[in-house]
C-alpha cells in the first residue's frame, strides 16, 4: 500500500469504547481501521497475592504495511457516568495498587503486513498488593520503520483492558444512585405525550472491586398490568469503585395512555447482593387528545347550528299556521 501526502488510517485507540464491556471491546479489537488487532480486547484476572501469571495476547497487523510495536502499560480509571476508560499517565498510586509496576510485556517488535504474533503478558502481584480491583491498560503503538517523501508514516494504536481482582478483604457494595425516566434529552421528566420512554439508572459503587450490576425494569399499567420487561445492563458492563455508572433503558410500545409504574430488580457481586427501586409515570397524549375534542366541538358546533336551524324552521312553520288560522277565524266573524 503506498503512503500518500495525509495520514492514513490513524488508529483510534479502542479503549474509548464504553467501559469494560467484553462484547464491544472485542467488536472494535477486530475492527480493521483499527490498523492493529489484538484480542483477547478485555482480561478479567482473580489473582493472588504473591503470585505471578501469563496472559497470551495475540497482536495482528491489519494495514498493508510493516510496523514496529512499542508497549507501555498504563493505570485506569472511569471517565464521567459513561464508563469510558480514563487512562491515567501520571498515575501517583503507589506500587501496592498501581498496575504499571505489575505488568511486563515484550516491545520492540516488527510485523510484517497482515501477519500476527502471540505476545505473552506477565502480571506480577505484589505479596503487599492492596485486595480489590486495579485496573490498567497494556498499549500497543505500531508505526512504520520508514517514512516516505513527505515525511509522513502509518501509525496504528489499540490496547488490552485489565481488570484484576486481588484476594484478601473484598468489599463488593454498591448504591442506587437515583432511578428516574428521561425525556429524549436524557433530563429527568415524569411526564410524556407519548413512548418512547427513557429510563435511566445509576448506580454508585461503594465497594473496592468493580461489579456488574444486572437486571430488568417491569412496567405496569394503572390497572397492574404488566406492559413490558426491559433488560438492565445486557452487556455485563462493570463500574468500577468510586464511581457513578448510568445505564440508559428504552423503552417503545405503540399505544400507552395513563398512570404507570416501574419497578427496577438489580443483582450483583459473588453473592447475589440486589438492588430494587420504584417510580412513576403519566403517559398523556395530549395533542392527539387536544385535535378528537376539537374534532368533537365541530362535530357538535355543526350538528347543533343545523338542529337549530330545523327547529327555526319548525317554528316558523307554525307560526305562520297559527297567523293563518286567526286570519281566517277573523274574516268569519266579521
Given at each position: ?17 464504553a467501559l469494560i464491556s467484553p462484547i464491544a ?310
Open positions: 500500500m503506498r503512503l500518500s501526502g495525509k495520514l492514513i488510517g490513524s488508529t483510534i485507540l479502542s479503549l474509548l469504547v471491546l472485542i467488536a472494535h479489537a477486530a475492527d480493521t481501521a483499527q490498523g492493529v488487532q489484538i484480542s483477547p480486547a478485555l482480561v478479567e484476572l482473580n489473582a493472588s497475592k504473591g503470585k505471578t501469571y501469563t496472559i497470551n495476547l495475540r497482536v495482528m497487523n491489519v494495514t498493508g504495511d510493516s510496523l514496529t510495536y512499542n508497549t507501555s502499560v498504563a493505570d485506569f480509571s472511569s471517565s464521567g457516568e459513561t464508563g469510558t476508560p480514563q487512562i491515567v499517565e501520571n498515575s501517583n498510586l503507589p506500587d501496592t495498587a498501581s498496575i504499571k509496576t505489575w505488568v511486563s510485556v515484550e516491545t520492540g517488535f516488527t510485523l510484517e503486513a497482515h501477519k500476527e504474533k502471540n505476545v505473552d503478558v506477565t502480571v506480577t502481584i505484589p505479596s503487599n498488593a492492596e485486595a480489590g480491583g486495579h485496573y490498567g491498560v497494556v498499549r500497543f503503538s505500531g508505526s512504520t520503520p520508514n517514512v516516505d517523501t513527505n515525511g509522513v508514516g502509518l501509525t496504528a494504536s489499540a490496547g488490552v483492558l485489565f481488570l484484576i481482582r486481588v484476594d484478601g478483604t473484598i468489599v463488593e457494595k454498591a448504591d442506587l444512585a437515583s432511578f428516574f425516566t428521561a425525556n429524549s434529552k436524557g433530563d429527568q421528566s415524569s411526564f410524556f405525550e407519548n413512548s418512547p420512554i427513557n429510563f435511566a439508572v445509576r448506580v454508585e459503587n461503594v465497594g473496592n472491586v468493580h461489579v456488574k450490576p444486572t437486571g430488568n425494569i417491569e412496567v405496569r399499567d394503572m390497572f397492574g398490568n404488566v406492559v413490558t420487561t426491559q433488560p438492565v445492563n445486557s452487556e455485563l458492563s462493570n463500574v468500577l469503585p468510586k464511581s457513578i455508572r448510568r445505564f440508559d433503558v428504552k423503552m417503545d410500545k405503540s399505544w400507552m395512555f395513563g398512570l404507570y409504574t416501574a419497578n427496577l430488580t438489580l443483582g450483583y457481586g459473588t453473592t447475589g447482593q440486589a438492588i430494587t427501586a420504584t417510580t412513576t409515570f403519566w403517559v398523556i397524549p395530549y395533542k392527539l387528545i387536544l385535535a378528537v375534542l376539537i374534532v368533537l366541538a365541530t362535530i357538535i358546533f355543526i350538528f347543533s347550528s343545523i338542529l337549530k336551524s330545523h327547529n327555526k324552521r319548525i317554528a316558523d312553520r307554525v307560526r305562520n299556521e297559527i297567523n293563518s288560522q286567526n286570519k281566517n277565524h277573523t274574516k268569519k266573524k266579521g
